[in-house]
């Protein structure tokens, strides 16, 4: 594990909060797909693949393809069930991987830079380790591999629910009862260290993408599953056999970036430090007072990282040390 760079700040473009980036429905296993694009700014942009955290979609990385658009011709997706994509006949982090390399096979962009946010870094994590001829660099926003003290995550609450006969529907049936801005407050309320870092705009756009989700019937039920199947996921990578995530983790080879939140409330803050350790080529910031989304949160922190990750791997050298675990970045 090595410190993070961050690449100086004055060679990212000015602050601006552009609209969620323009996106296309695409056939992929016969199931339509949504993919957002941030069109590169410069010629030799490399291809980079943005994917989204539990109950996220691609509009969580508006701002941070932005920002990195001079060195990456982004791609964004909708996992299956969530955003605008359609419904999965499976929501484990196994089908969701075999989704994202089909995607990065059929567009014929790869090997790409990346990019994942907790349920989605669990994600890159699968097709870094089982593709790795499709992964040039890794960058894993808290990540959500496992760890057993559910007591330090809000969302363990729902478990002994889900655990009973009928739990899925009783929790369906109450999400389906929160109006949508006091769902929307209490995601990014959840998701966010201090939410004074998130722009009217953006909190204008998550209300509206969450009334959008109360219209779609398929939502709650993607939502419960894939987070059932995330939890079944990390109780496997305790047992023998080749699929823990951690084992898997152990076998990454790309050059990796991983950034955690000091405030994250979803998944336990120790993780990213353990992921960092188990990844052989690996880079680690933590940041005070940011929580689980910070690439929305503090998006000109991670595209610095990031850039360092980029001129890292290419044998470049810029920007400054930041202090690793158990030092923070502070914000």
Sequence with gaps: MKRATLWPDDLLPDDRFPPPWPGRSVR?????????????????????????????????????????????????????????????????IASFADLTVRWIEQSDRGPVHLIGNSLGGSVAVRVAARRPDLVRTLTLISPALPFLDFRRSLQGRMLPVLAVPGGERLVAWRLAKIAPEVMAQQTLKACVGDLSRISPQRQAEALAEIQARAQVEHYAAAYLRTFRGLVGSFLRSYLRGTDSLWRLAAGVRAPTLVIGGMKDRLVDVRVSPQTARVIPDSRLLMLTGVGHVAQMEVPRTVARAVLGLLGESQGASAGSDVAPWPGAASH
């Design 28 to 92: 992929v296993d016969g199931a339509a797909t949504y993919v957002r694009e941030t069109p590169a700014t410069a010629p030799d942009a490399e291809p980079a693949l943005y994917l989204h955290g539990l109950g996220g979609s691609s509009q969580n990385w508006t701002d941070l393809a932005g920002l990195l658009a001079g060195r990456l011709d982004g791609q964004a997706i909708d996992l299956p069930g969530f955003g605008r994509s359609e419904p999965g006949s499976r929501y484990t």
